[in-house]
């Protein structure tokens, strides 16, 4: 386990379908993390669990969404009835424990919504 | 609730120019404080961190203090080289992560 794993890599979907994402974190890793970045702006928080625990989802996050982490190891960030405005960057982050310890990014997920 | 700001890009600089990238930030608490780098292609990764006040985090010769006074969190970097052209994200944590809208680097050789 050399890092945070997210499937796929790219995805293009037409508007009105539904699309999953994967994210595999680093295996001893507790808090998983879910981000959206668009083109000249920085990560923008979605949602994020300790361990299967959804702790706290973005308000900005509307009812479309939904993500899950059921025994605490992979993630999966559902988006269905997609839009354009959907088109974006998603990225999953995993980190040991809060507040000093750094977060590992995946690659991330494209999302082309056409 | 929590925010950073920081300045905004595109900074475009000589090799071996003085770099400075300011970032403030607003919290509740005592977050820690973390400079992200995204490099072309590449995914973000953690360039340095500090974890309290008037902690310096450093790598690469870039270097960070955490100044509760003036809750700030400058970037700085002495002499830049052409393969510190990124965008640079400053972020902070509390609980989950927050991160500022990030400054594109652009050095010239």
């Known amino acids: 386990d050399t890092g945070v794993s997210q499937n796929p890599r790219h995805k293009i979907t037409k508007r009105g379908q539904n699309v999953t994402f994967r994210c595999d974190p680093i295996?001893?890793?507790?808090?998983l993390y879910w981000y959206r970045q668009t083109l000249g702006q920085g990560p923008e928080f979605l949602t994020y669990?300790?361990?299967?625990?959804?702790?706290?989802k973005s308000r900005l996050l509307s009812d479309r969404f939904s993500a899950e982490r059921p025994k605490g190891s992979f993630s999966t960030l559902e988006i269905q009835r997609t839009e354009q405005g959907d088109s974006a960057m998603y990225l999953c982050?995993?980190?040991?424990?809060?507040?000093?310890?750094?977060?590992?990014f995946g690659q991330g997920t494209r999302l082309t919504v056409v | 609730g929590n925010s950073v700001t920081q300045m905004e890009g595109p900074v475009t600089l000589s090799e071996e120019a003085f770099l400075t990238i300011n970032c403030t930030y607003t919290?509740?608490?005592?977050?820690?404080l973390f400079w992200y780098v995204q490099y072309p292609g590449e995914g973000l990764q953690l360039l340095l961190k500090?974890?309290?006040?008037?902690d310096k985090g450093s790598n690469k010769g870039f270097e960070a203090t955490y100044r509760k006074e003036t809750t700030s969190f400058h970037l700085e970097k002495g002499s830049v080289q052409v393969s510190d052209s990124a965008v640079y994200f400053c972020?902070?944590?509390?609980?989950?992560?927050?991160f500022g809208k990030g400054t594109r680097l652009h050095i010239l050789p």
């Open positions: 982050a995993s980190s040991l424990e809060v507040g000093s310890t750094e977060a590992f």
């Open positions: 295996s001893e890793h507790n808090r």
């Open positions: 500090a974890t309290k006040a008037d």
């Open positions: 919290a509740t608490g005592y977050p820690s």
């Open positions: 972020a902070l944590s509390d609980d989950k992560i927050i």
């Open positions: 669990f300790q361990n299967e625990a959804q702790l706290e």
